[in-house]
């Protein structure tokens, strides 16, 4: 056992802390399931450390008000849908249309489909969000609108695993159309009828001034930089958002513990950052790191994001186009004693995405990369529970994220700047 291996099993809280942030609920930002658990989770921090704060940043806040879908014919049918957050709505009295099935609504589907597309009702499939061949929800939806759909649904492929959550990504008063997802078997009557026709329903508020908030721990060293640990607290209300992102906040707190006699005079600081509103196209920490002064925002030399670090006894860093990293990831796989694999393309599916953006080296440390029959796989589900995620995968998770902050915080401010080489991500 290695001394990471070591410190983490030694950690008694941890679990403790993952059942005490699921038992709040599934913590959508709106809800005040998210306020309260932050509550929690900054009572924690003042265990730690004196230095911390909670900011308030805003965000395009909705609320879901009514959602049906009903297969119509001689026999009409209930179908199960949730909408997608920040749906467009429906008028009152809904919406009627012919449903057009694009299979995975990939790129090439719509192109394939064309003009067809125009005044439908989309049906697409949801896949399996860590992989190397994802496709974003909110890139399928983008495409429904450029092509004139009058709505999209999105089916879970998952058979009785029932419909998903997740977020449109439409801005407040922005264009958009109707969207929902559906379950599996939803999808399978729509396209068992050609040319099936349905009645859409979706009814939703706008929440002006919205906010989301944001805890921070920071643990001063010897030096202005900063390593940065980050976790989103908020989920979706289906489940209790154990996976994503219970498993995230509990390893960040664990670190945080472990981690703080580790900062001292001859290192950098290590802050300790958790985010709201992530679920909402990751609102929350893009309008921290925006209204961030530019030198304080400079002296974040690195980001190691906790998001659905279990469900799978597998760990992979999406590197977000900043190859140095690739060499800490090995290097921390080694010092931890815990397997971890990397991938380079920059995936913008967590708060990781904001900070590369801003030049910041950032990664997310994820389970399941590329194996979507694990656990991992009932994410934005409702199935989504604490009981499918095993305490070994934690603290697995938590050897990995000490590792790679303490070889973090023994780096020079040179060598940390120098994580920057080579880097391709797309900025802000």
Known sequence: MTPWQRAAADDAALM????????????LSGTGQDVAAMDWVVSRLREIGPEVRVMSVPYDGWRSVAATLTLLGNAPVELDCVPLLRSASTALAGLEGTILD???????????????????????RHEY?????????????????????????????????GPLSGSSGRPRDGAG?????????????????????????????????ALAPVGILDLPGGRDSRIV??????????????????TGVAVALAAARILAPHVGPDTPGLRVCFFTAEEWALAGSARYL??????????????INLDTVAGDDS???LISEYPALAEIVDRTAKEAGVPVSHWLPFMPNSDHANF???????????????????????????????????????????????????VSLGMSDGALSALTQGATCPRV
């Open 16 to 27: 403790n802390d993952f059942q005490r942030i699921c038992a709040f609920g599934g913590r």
């Open 315 to 317: 760990l992979c860093a």
């Open 102 to 124: 694009l299979g995975a609504g990939r790129s090439e589907d719509f192109e394939r489909a064309g003009d067809a597309v125009r005044g439908k009702i989309v049906l697409v």
């Open 229 to 246: 640990i980050s976790a989103h607290l908020d989920g979706h209300d289906l489940g209790t958002s154990a996976l994503d992102n219970a």
């Open 177 to 209: 159309i109707p969207a929902a997802y559906i379950d599996h078997e939803g999808a399978l009557a729509l396209s068992a009828q050609p040319n099936a026709q349905v009645q859409l329903t979706i009814v939703g508020e706008e929440v002006r001034d």
């Open 129 to 161: 969000p860590f992989a190397q061949t994802h496709m974003h929800r909110r890139r399928k939806y983008d495409l429904a609108v450029k092509y004139g759909a009058a709505a999209f649904l999105i089916a879970n492929a998952t058979p009785g695993a």
């Open 290 to 303: 925006a209204d961030m002064a530019p030198l304080e925002r400079e002296a974040l030399k690195l980001n």
């Open 356 to 406: 590369a953006k801003h030049g910041i080296p950032a990664l997310r440390l994820v389970a399941g990369f590329d194996k979507p029959q694990s656990r991992v796989q009932h994410i934005l589900s409702r199935q989504d529970l604490p009981e499918i995620i095993r305490e070994s995968e934690l603290r697995n998770a938590l050897a990995v994220t000490c590792a790679m902050a303490a």
